[in-house]
């Protein structure tokens, strides 16, 4: 048995974000860890702050690598006797590379993992000064919520709309999940740039809402998480913004979608721990 303040021998590897690889130019994105000689399954983690890829590649696909995250998550815990470099492999897309083992000594896993993503992943202090806004702050609120409820690896993920609606509908829906016979969407939607995402939500909606039920048979439920009226000025005192924010939301309440804020997520969270059964 080990003391208190014995560190674990464990190993870690780096998982490298690669845009070209002919520039071998890349951010380090996440982390893997496990104990040696363990036979339980590996710890990975991956940033959530994503400005340093998005700096290196504009056109990164961000949800995608949050959606492989999941992936590994969900298939260490499968099978969690071995055959990592297996299940890297076929979970690892070609612009993310794994760096090779490296030793290292952990007073727990949670704590090394923490350690490590400071160390290498995170970015410095004086790159945190900008903090996130608009469509970003909210879905990163909302990746919190589902994370502390324990169902972020159960949700789906990038919905794309297409599969209900028609080929090349560009919309791509947050999170999702299906409880019985509904489907819950849930889509982060910012007033603060104006009220452009709302009117897509709304002109979507009938069409989503009738593919769900034609390719699911099932009900659909869409929710659109806005910010509060408050953090964006919108008060009595500025009611120009106050007017366009209360058109964002009665546009998307007239097409069906529910409209809440930041605010409730900690309750739509325990609401899918409940479902999912968490």
């Known amino acids: 048995m080990k003391g208190r303040n014995e560190r674990r021998p464990c190993e870690f590897q780096l998982l490298r974000y690669v845009p070209d690889a002919v520039r071998n130019e890349y951010v380090h994105i996440g982390v893997i860890l496990r104990e040696q000689g363990s036979l339980e399954a590996a710890e990975v983690k991956f940033t959530r702050d994503w400005r340093r890829v998005r700096c290196l590649d504009p056109n990164a696909d961000t949800s995608l690598l949050e959606g492989m995250e999941s992936e590994l998550r969900k298939r260490f815990k499968e099978e969690p006797q071995g055959k990592l470099m297996r299940l890297l492999d076929e979970s690892l897309s070609l612009n993310v590379q794994m760096t090779v083992p490296k030793a290292y000594l952990a007073e727990s896993l949670p704590a090394g993992m923490e350690e490590l993503m400071r160390l290498y992943v995170e970015p410095p202090p004086r790159e ?151």
């Not at 994370?147 to 560009?170: C, F, N």
């Not at 969407?185 to 939500?201: D, I, T, Y």
């Not at 408050?230 to 546009?251: H, I, N, S, W």
């Open 128 to 278: 945190r000064v900008t903090r996130l806004r608009g469509r970003a702050a909210i879905q990163s609120k909302m990746r919190s919520e589902f994370e502390r409820a324990g169902v972020w690896d159960l949700l789906r993920k990038r919905i794309a709309a297409s599969d209900y609606t028609r080929a090349g509908d560009p919309l791509r829906i947050d999170v999702g999940y299906r409880p019985n016979g509904v489907i819950r969407m849930f889509h982060a939607v910012s007033m603060e740039p104006g009220v452009e995402m709302a009117k897509v939500l709304a002109f979507s909606a009938a069409g989503l809402r009738a593919g769900v039920e034609r390719v699911e048979r099932a009900n659909l439920e869409l929710t659109a998480v806005v910010e509060p009226a408050a953090t964006l000025g919108a008060t009595d005192e500025e009611p120009e913004r106050l007017a366009m924010y209360r058109f964002g939301v009665e546009t998307m309440e007239e097409h069906q979608i529910r409209v809440l804020t930041t605010s409730d997520l900690g309750r739509v969270a325990e609401t899918a721990g409940r479902e999912l059964r968490i």
